[in-house]
């Protein structure tokens, strides 16, 4: 397993990121049920942990993505994740919003840009891959060039590879769901219970939970 991945399971188990609800289970975006809730927001408010991610992110263009002239962020949850990277890379910055305002200058993309620039999006997290992919979508249609995606977790899903594959577009991510549940067991975050009940559902994400 990768260091850096397994640290970065490390962090987000530490700070509390991962929260664990089997008997309430958590409703995502997508409509799924889950009994596991990854908040990379709240890597935010943890210096080391901030800059950990911003130093990995970084790392990560530099060998993916050394032609990207523009760093993009996610709304929400990436913006400020993107905007840490840019400054270290000394690039400028933009975020894509999930749809266009519907006031003002009814804008989906927010800052400065040209089209043609090579541009690679930070992400915070990659569930299903749908909102994922819109930013990717927005910024092709707005003329940019989409070098790839760098996220901080992915839930390892098939259908959001199978998506960013039909897409062509390229995924980095940090840490993944597989490294966070070794890392929960290895610390004993996680109950044998636990186990089983997050196997159970990673086989069938789509219907776990419904009656």
Sequence with gaps: ????????????????????QPSNPFTWASGWKSPIYCDNRKTLSFPEVRSFIRDSFAGVVLEYYPEAELVAGVATGAIAHGVLVAEKLGLPFIYVRSEAKEHGLGNQIEGYYEKGRKVVVIEDLISTGGSSLGAVRALREAGCDVLGMAAIFTYEFSKSADGFKTAGCELSTLSNYSALISTAVDTGYITDDDVETLKRWRLDPAGWGIK
Excluded: F, G, P, R
Excluded at 6 to 19: D, N, R, S
């Design 1 to 20: 397993m990768d260091n850096s991945a397994k640290k970065i399971a490390e962090y987000l188990l530490q700070i509390k990121a991962i929260k664990l």
